[in-house]
């Protein structure tokens, strides 16, 4: 299982992937266009040890527009809503709530150009659509442990909002067929603490990487050998009993390639933020009913936001930095939150969480993006890691609410 630590953490979708992977909760799909490594689920289940992931829970918000209806993504979004591009969905729901602010803010240097297309926001998430292009000898490609990077700062008063640390800001996307010299992506901000200032202007600081196309022809080669590799080791050990590792060749090829890869200069943008993306609702739910967990009671609270759902779990007890409670509460009380739709099922959503502690509280962020959809209401279960068995569970019917 993931460590604990002291202050903040982050779960991961799948706690380990191959070099050349980046983490699953934003992997795409395994499709030959997209412009980083991908591995199949067989990948996924030889390297995951423990697979902690909070479903993202329920938001509202108010629309950009004024009106909320279903709407059709333009010309310049439609490239967005691509099921090659991890998070895809949540473009899609921010498109027919008309929650997007259309963008055409374009930089050129030596033989790139970006295009900042649309901005997503909310105080606990910002997410910017761009188009990247490079010359058509060159392909762009997604290899940890830098991958595609941005900066992100208030353009007034200069202060960093993420900086260009690794998953700071996650900048993912896929590129068309036949054209790896394009890039459709998506630049993902989570925030543990809400933007509570919006900027009024932000700059972004772009920087990508690329490879010859020769080159990306080998590193897709090198993909099929890992998730050959890891098939075979899964298929010898399928309940996981050893840890696997790939071989020193393969190990060696990756990173010989991962040493050609070149990025591009620093792209700098900068575009005027929308006052409406921030006049958004937010939503507060504080059932009564408690939650008991290895015998201590625990509230439960849920902050719904435009893109992003606060879970907070408190106690009057000091329990959220004593170790052997935690350790007892992830392996036997481990939270998920779904949501029931209009068939009557329910369904969590993917997405990535971060957690805070203080004595007396856990705070979960939480990606979502269904509020919006009107589900009928909301269930918070408690779960068993090892057999998925539910210990504990509470109901929210949000149309008592």
Do not use: C
């Not at 050893?242 to 190990?251: A, H, R």
Request: glycine fraction near 4%; charged fraction near 25%.
């Amino acid at each position: 299982m993931n460590s604990i630590k002291r202050d903040t953490m982050e779960i991961k979708h799948t706690a380990q992937t191959h070099p050349g992977q980046e983490q699953k909760q934003w992997s795409a799909p395994n499709k030959r266009r997209s412009s980083r490594n991908r591995l199949s689920t067989a990948i996924v289940a030889v390297m995951t040890t423990a697979a902690l992931v909070l479903s993202p829970f329920a938001v509202t918000g108010q629309a950009l527009a004024a009106s909320a209806t279903a709407a059709k993504p333009s010309a310049a979004l439609a490239p967005f809503v691509n099921p090659e591009i991890q998070g895809y969905r949540q473009v899609e729901y921010a498109i027919k709530h008309n929650l997007v602010q259309p963008l055409n803010t374009v930089v050129k240097k030596d033989g790139y150009q970006l295009t900042v297309n649309g901005l997503i926001a909310d105080k606990y998430e910002l997410i910017i659509l761009f188009t990247a292009q490079a010359d058509s000898k060159r392909a762009f490609v997604f290899m940890p442990p830098k991958g595609h990077s941005l900066q992100l700062s208030d353009a007034i008063t200069g202060k960093v909002i993420s900086g260009k640390k690794f998953n700071d800001a996650l900048v993912i996307g896929a590129s068309p067929a036949k054209k790896d010299h394009i890039l459709y992506g998506i630049a993902k901000i989570r925030l543990s603490s809400p933007l509570t200032t919006p900027p009024k202007k932000v700059a972004a600081e772009f920087q990508l990487g690329t490879l010859t196309a020769i080159e990306l022809n080998q590193l897709k080669a090198l993909d099929a050998e890992m998730l050959a590799a890891a098939e075979k080791a899964h298929a010898d050990d399928p309940d996981q009993t050893s840890s696997f590792s790939y071989s020193p060749e393969l190990l060696k090829k990756y990173d010989a390639i991962k040493s050609n890869v070149k990025y591009s200069p620093v792209l700098k943008v900068a575009f005027d933020i929308n006052p409406k993306v921030w006049k958004q609702e937010t939503r507060t739910l504080t059932p009564e009913e408690t939650i008991d967990v290895a015998g201590h009671k625990i509230k439960v609270k849920l902050e719904l936001t435009p893109f992003t759902t606060v879970t907070t779990l408190s106690s009057d007890e000091a329990l959220f930095k004593n170790r052997e409670f935690m350790e007892t509460f992830y392996m036997e009380y481990y939270p998920s939150l779904l949501v029931k739709n209009g068939t009557g099922d329910y369904k969590s959503q993917e997405g990535a969480s971060t957690y805070t502690y203080a004595d007396h509280e856990m705070k979960i962020v939480s990606e979502s993006y269904f509020f919006l959809n009107k589900p009928q209401s909301l269930r918070l279960d408690f779960t068993t890691m090892k057999e998925s068995k539910i210990t504990q569970q509470l109901v929210v019917d949000l149309s008592k609410q």
